[in-house]
């Protein structure tokens, strides 16, 4: 045999082998996954809400309703017009995973979290604390920690049976109703299972979360109760729930929640209403649209004490003015200017005298301390003194706010002569 020839069909061997490999290979791609499940055999879990009833988990989940159609405005979407779009299942347990494997017991599907956009806590589950529930998101596989957390005054699981207007999934329209009253109004620092998780991890070991409520006393859980232009009960962001540790101790008022989301800046865009002419009365007459907001906060250690400077840079658009000002000349824009800080200085200080009360830390104020003075925040912690620190910090609040537009107008309409 020449040489070629062997070298010839040494390379077709070759050849021969490594095609072989890959049609293996590639049947290993096309097995599928030894865990796999049929979409049909799944329970889409939209939301879920957890209680603390009796000294163990009251578990409820919101399922989507695969009968209901597809649509996601409110119409009938080709499905039964009679049918919800979702289900719940409220469960018990000595663990939360007792109470999810229970709901085995009564449906033909098998619940899965990683579509879900929301969870809400009951006020009784977060006083007793709520470490085990966060251990939950964190730990199992195809839970979302990007879930919106809320928590409810009442019982959790009567939110998820509530229906919405304009949309069929209920989950998702309240995570577009926290987007977007970031986006619009910055009332509520809407925060996730991971955020939450972090910020009470942190140095200031402390969060914020919005409260979910409904606007009346009837849960509409009928697909005919929202048959009609206005419903009697509606779903609502209420006040913010502080949490220190692990554990709820108290609310701030959305008036004092606004003021946090200036001091933490949360501020998107948002309305100040505030009184053109102060010097007449502090009625409001006037308002301001806020579209850029700053807000930098340093730490400063004064004899015995922090004090912490925050300053606020603010512009925007005026479109609201009640008075008879004419806004032709530039030192009429700068008293509305100072009209508007004054404004949100007051705001601010409400909102600090609340929090401080509360004795928990929900302006991050320790991670700065931390960062701008390691050394004095190192004896804090060995002296577990934080809780007296906190006392003592005196906030010193300075804003900045610029008009760059005043409307389609230079005067206001009640400046005008009038025959």
Known sequence: MSENTFTSGNRRHKMARGFLLA?????????????DRELNELGIVSGSAYDWKDNQ????YQVINPSSGSNNTGGSGGGSSSSPPFLTYAVTGSTIMQAVERTNLTSTRQLFFSHSRITVIGESLA???ISQLIDLFLRKPDARETVYVFIAKGEAGRILSQLMQLTKNQGAGIQLMIEQEARLTSYYP????????????????SAAVPEIMLSGGKVMDRTDDIAQTDLPSRIK???LAVLKGDRFVGWLSQHEAYGLSFMTDKIQKANISFPSIPEKGDKDD????????STAVRPVWEKDHFVMDIDIEASGTLTELGSNLKLEE???VRKLENSIAHNILEIVQTSWGSVQKLNADVTGFAVAIHRHYPQRWKRIEREHSWDTVFQN???RPHAKVKITRIGLNSNSYNSLDKK
């Open 190 to 205: 809407g925060i996730q299972m991971f955020e939450l998780a972090m910020q009470l991890t942190s140095e200031s070991a």
């Open 23 to 35: 049609v293996s290979l590639l049947s290993l791609l096309t097995g599928g996954c030894w865990d």
């Open 393 to 395: 910090i005196e906030i």
């Open 127 to 129: 006083k007793r604390g």
């Open 330 to 332: 530039d030192s009429t």
């Open 57 to 60: 988990w009251l578990a409820t």
């Open 237 to 239: 962001f209420g006040r």
């Open 286 to 293: 006037a308002s301001f649209t806020l579209l850029h907001s």
